[in-house]
T-cell receptor
Framework: DAGVTQSPTHLIKTRGQQVTLRCSPK?????VSWYQQALGQGPQFIFQ???????QRGNFPDRFSGHQFPNYSSELNVNALLLGDSALYLC????????????FGEGSWLTVV | AQSVTQLGSHVSVSEGALVLLRCNYS??????LFWYVQYPNQGLQLLLK??????LVKGINGFEAEFKKSETSFHLTKPSAHMSDAAEYFC?????????????FGSGTQLTVLP
C-alpha cells in the first residue's frame, strides 16, 4: 500500500516564476492538506482540500492556490515566487473524520533563486 | 487559537539514557495532540497521538507521552535512548471536534544521542 507520494522531490525556480507541486494521498484517504516547512522551523498549514474544495486555509497569501481532483490527488501552485518561498512543502492525507491519523509525504524541496 | 511550545530546541542524551522532550500546548477547545519525528531530508512520521482516550499514550519505537490537562503538557519520553533516535521531533495540536482539522506544530526539538 503506497503512502503519500509527492513530486517533484527537488526543484529550483527563479524569483517571479510559478511552480506546481503534486501529491497523491494514501489509498482510501479523501482529504489532502499542504504545509510549508522553512529551514529550522516546524511545518505551517497552508490549506486543506476535501471534496475538491478548499475547506480551511492558513495565513498564506493568494499567491498560494491549490486544487483537488476527483481521484483525491492534489496540486499546490505558487505564483510570483519570492526568495522566502524556499522551503520543504509537505503534503498530508487523512480521512475527513476527526481523530484519524494524518500521514505525511516525503516533501518537495523548493529553492527560489 | 492554538499554539505549541517545545522547550529546548536542542537536547543531547547519552545512549541508554532517558529521553525527555517537552511540549506545552494552548487550546481553547479540547485538543488532540501528536508527536512526529523527522529524519534528515525526510517527511514526518507519526510517533503517537492522544485523542481523548487513555492519557498515557504508547507509540512506536518505545516512545510514550502523557497528556496532563492541568499542566497543558504532552511530554515525550523514552526510557533508553538509541543512536537511531537521533532526529528532529515535533509536537502538534489540533481541535478535537468537527471535521479533520489542521495541525499546529511547535518549532521542533533536535535530539542528539551521544555514544
Amino acid at each position: 500500500d503506497a503512502g503519500v507520494t509527492q513530486s517533484p522531490t527537488h526543484l529550483i525556480k527563479t524569483r517571479g516564476q510559478q511552480v506546481t507541486l503534486r501529491c497523491s494521498p494514501k489509498s482510501g484517504h479523501d482529504t489532502v492538506s499542504w504545509y510549508q516547512q522553512a529551514l529550522g522551523q516546524g511545518p505551517q498549514f497552508i490549506f486543506q482540500y476535501y471534496e475538491e474544495e478548499e475547506r480551511q486555509r492558513g495565513n498564506f497569501p493568494d499567491r498560494f492556490s491549490g486544487h483537488q481532483f476527483p481521484n483525491y490527488s492534489s496540486e499546490l501552485n505558487v505564483n510570483a515566487l519570492l526568495l522566502g518561498d524556499s522551503a520543504l512543502y509537505l503534503c498530508a492525507s487523512s480521512l475527513q473524520t476527526v481523530g484519524n491519523t494524518i500521514y505525511f509525504g516525503e516533501g518537495s524541496w523548493l529553492t527560489v533563486v | 487559537a492554538q499554539s505549541v511550545t517545545q522547550l529546548g530546541s536542542h537536547v543531547s542524551v547519552s545512549e541508554g539514557a532517558l529521553v525527555l522532550l517537552r511540549c506545552n500546548y494552548s487550546s481553547s477547545v479540547p485538543p488532540y495532540l501528536f508527536w512526529y519525528v523527522q529524519y534528515p531530508n525526510q517527511g514526518l512520521q507519526l510517533l503517537l497521538k492522544y485523542t481523548s482516550a487513555a492519557t498515557l499514550v504508547k507509540g512506536i519505537n518505545g516512545f510514550e507521552a502523557e497528556f496532563k490537562k492541568s499542566e497543558t503538557s504532552f511530554h515525550l519520553t523514552k526510557p533508553s535512548a538509541h543512536m537511531s533516535d537521533a532526529a528532529e521531533y515535533f509536537c502538534a495540536v489540533s481541535e478535537a471536534s468537527g471535521s479533520a482539522r489542521q495541525l499546529t506544530f511547535g518549532s521542533g526539538t533536535q535530539l542528539t544521542v551521544l555514544p
